[in-house]
């Protein structure tokens, strides 16, 4: 490999690493929602794998049945966090043009 094709190749991989940064930034920014219980718990959670808002309605509040409404929080913080790691997961694929390159490690995991 020549001189030259080393430097693209390490311009071209210093670039998609100020890409990369960049959109780990704008994921934290970026919320998706999930329910649970036909809306009666909300979460939220964003880019970054974090939980950032929990709703829940009063109806479901029992004193006689913590258990289902955990069971609800569960449930909803479950797939908020699976659609916020989908979300990541497809705008690192646009950015990569959907290769996997080596040594990003697993993009399933939050930055």
Known sequence: MSKKM???IMREAQKLQ???QRMQEESKKKTVEATAGGGMVTVIANGAG???SIKIEKDVVNPDDVEMLQDLILAAANEAL???QEMVNEGMSKLTGGMQI???GDLGKFF
Do not use: C, K, S, Y
Request: hydrophobic share 40%; aromatic share 0%.
């Open 102 to 104: 080596p040594g990003l």
């Open 82 to 84: 699976r659609r916020a």
């Open 50 to 52: 974090q939980i950032v």
């Open 6 to 8: 080393l430097g693209d």
């Open 18 to 20: 100020t890409e990369m």
